[in-house]
Each structure stands twice: as C-alpha cells, then as structure tokens.
C-alpha cells in the first residue's frame, strides 16, 4: 500500500429525506432521455422508503469496517448526491493528499458502472486546485473476497427456503440492465459487462458445489421504451421459469440498494408470491468480512494500468446537455 496516501471510496450517491429525491433523480439523468413518467414511477420508490436510498448508509458502513483495516485515511465521495466527489476532493486536497486508490463501488465494467466513473472522477479533479492523482483500482467481479461473500449469502438465503425446496432451487441472478449498445461496446473488446457478470455468477456456482442450474437476467430497466436494453427482466423471467423455488442473487450490486430493495424485495417477491413460487433472496456483499478484507487486498495488488481511452465509450447525450 506503499504508493497511496489514502483511499478514496466512489459511490453513486442517493437521496437522505423526502425533498431530496427530486434534485437526487435530476442530476442522475441529466441529459440521458429518461421519461418523465419513468421518473416519476421512480420517485414514488424512493418515497416509499421515507425518501432514504440506502447506499449512503451502506457506504458509511463499509467504511467504518474499512478503515481500521487499511492503514490509510479513508474519503468518501459520491458521483450523484452529497458528499459530492469534488467537495470531497477539496478536503483531500486540503489535508495534503497527493496520490489516492479509488475504490468504486462497481465490480463490472460498462460506461454506466465504470467509465461514468472515471470521466466523473476526472470532472471533480479538473475543478479542484491541487486535487490528488487518483489510481481506479481494478474491476473486482472475480475477486476471491468478493465471491465469498456472495457464496455465504446465496447458502443463507438457500436456507431460508422451505425444507424440501433447498436441493431443487434454481439460482437467479440479477444485474442491472443497460442498453444492448451500451452492452455491446462495453471493455476494450465489447460484451464485457454481461462476461463478467457470467464469471461472477459461475463462480458463486462453483463454490457452492456446483451441479446448480441457473440464470443471468436483468432488472431495473431504465430509458426511453423504444431503445433495447438487456433482457429478459427478472420478473418476465419468473414467471416463464418452471422451478420448484427460486434464490434471486443480485451479483449485480454490492450493497443492497433501493433497486434490490424496490424491485426484488418489493416487485419480484410479490410476483413470486402471487405465482406460488418459493423465493428468498441473497444479501448482497455489504459489510461481510472477505468483501472488507478485499479491499486492503487490491490496495496491495500491483497498481491497475488506466483504461484505454476507447474502452466503454459514453452513449449520445440528449437534451440541453449536448
Ligand atoms: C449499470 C448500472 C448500475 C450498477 C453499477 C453501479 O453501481 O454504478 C447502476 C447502479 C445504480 N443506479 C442507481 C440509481 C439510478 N439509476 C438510474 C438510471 C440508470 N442506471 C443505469 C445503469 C446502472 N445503474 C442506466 C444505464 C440508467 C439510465 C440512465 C443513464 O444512462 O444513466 C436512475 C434513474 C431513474 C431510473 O431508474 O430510471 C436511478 C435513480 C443507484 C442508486 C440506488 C440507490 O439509491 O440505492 C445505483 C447504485
Ligand atoms: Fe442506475
């Protein structure tokens, strides 16, 4: 961990009260074509929750159990709500930091979970007199720490299945979907984001035991409905599937935020209940031991080489932000 002198936690940022949702939804579509009504089917989500995301929660407690563990200040900034990135980046600045690791709290790459990232970090950066170098470490989808957790919390929630329904359940995992362009041109080569997402549930099988069926789809579907976007949706899904019981798995996420908590919690699991389908589903990595205990580990990897700059390339922008 010679070569940083703290480590800089990205995350997405989300709404702390009511009268914050709104400004919070604003600046995360920004120029991106999301339909009003889609908006606003989304702010009734968050409002259902008190107007709390859980995210900004889920970070202050992934730091508390990381920072003991790093040897290094730990700073945390959000991309789309307070702390902002830049504020945060003035601090570092301001305590004398020269040379952070960014931890995002994003295992995949995709322009939505990585290069949104760094183009953001960048912005933050260029606003910022003296603001520190920041080194992204790297996409952790395979991570040994961050597979155990998921393996852990997929055995759990098999548990949690009534006793006869445990050996027959088929695993679903769940990730964000994205638009099938932004998909295809995801990494250097294209199709990364659905690769890794494959690797990661793989290895969740494997560790397991294997002999496990399962599936990859997707939920959270955003956008205009004329534009293609990864399929099939996670309902869509359970009610084609013909399965005894059914874990959801959101490999996707790394904490449980309002997209587990609305749309497995809420709307698959009423779906699932309405079909007569047995399903729990898995904890997401959070606060579980290997996944804080990685983090030191990627600080101690050799330091990660940037992403080329053709890798994940933004989508148009729409509206007045050109
Ligand atoms: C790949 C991906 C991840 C995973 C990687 C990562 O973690 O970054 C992710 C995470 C998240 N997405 C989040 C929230 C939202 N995403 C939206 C919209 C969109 N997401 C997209 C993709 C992703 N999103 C895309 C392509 C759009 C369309 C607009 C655009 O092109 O940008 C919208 C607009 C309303 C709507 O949903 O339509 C909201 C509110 C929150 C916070 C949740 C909380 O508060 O707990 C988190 C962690
Ligand atoms: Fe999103």
Redesign the pocket.
């Known amino acids: 961990m010679g070569t940083y002198d703290a480590l800089l936690v990205v ?5 702390e009260k009511p009268d914050d949702v709104m400004p ?2 604003e600046n ?2 920004r120029g ?1 074509g ?1 339909p009003r009504e ?2 606003l089917e ?1 702010e009734a989500h ?1 409002q259902r929750f008190g107007g709390v ?3 900004n929660r889920q970070c202050r407690d992934l730091i508390a159990a990381v920072e003991p563990t790093v040897g290094l200040p730990v700073y945390w900034g959000n991309r789309n709500w307070h702390p902002y990135l830049e504020d945060t980046l003035r601090r570092m600045a301001a305590d004398g930091m020269r040379r952070a690791a960014a931890f995002v ?2 295992a ?1 790459g ?1 322009y ?2 990585c290069r ?2 760094i183009d953001d970090i960048a912005l933050a950066r260029a606003a910022v007199e003296g603001a520190p170098e920041i080194v992204k470490l790297r996409h952790f989808f395979d991570h040994p720490g961050f597979v155990a957790a998921m393996v852990d919390h997929t055995r759990e929630a098999l548990d949690r299945l009534p006793a006869g329904h445990r050996d027959g359940a088929r695993l679903v995992f769940t ?2 979907s ?2 099938l362009s ?1 998909a295809r041109t995801a990494g250097p080569d294209g199709g990364l ?1 659905e690769a890794q997402l494959r690797r990661a549930a793989g290895l969740v099988v494997e560790g397991l035991g294997g002999g496990r069926e399962w599936d990859l789809v997707w939920q ?1 579907r ?2 205009a409905p004329h534009i293609p976007w990864l399929e099939p949706d996670v309902c869509d899904h359970l009610e084609r599937l013909d399965a005894p019981a059914v874990v959801l798995v959101p490999i ?3 904490s449980d ?3 587990v908590v609305y749309d497995l919690d809420v709307e698959a699991a009423e779906l699932a209940a309405a079909i007569g389908l047995p399903l729990t589903r898995a904890a997401t990595a959070g606060t579980h031991p290997r996944f804080v205990s990685m983090i030191g580990e990627l600080l101690a990897e050799p330091e990660p080489e940037a992403c080329g700059t053709t890798c994940c390339p933004a ?1 148009p922008r729409r509206g007045n932000h050109g």
């Not at 995350?11 to 709404?15: D, E």
């Open positions: 995350s997405f940022g989300g709404p919070f939804l995360v579509v991106r999301v889609r908006l989304v968050y995301s859980p995210i709290t994003s995949y995709s939505s979970s949104q990232y990730a964000h994205i638009p932004m984001y959270s955003s956008g996707g996420f790394v935020h309002m997209e989508p």
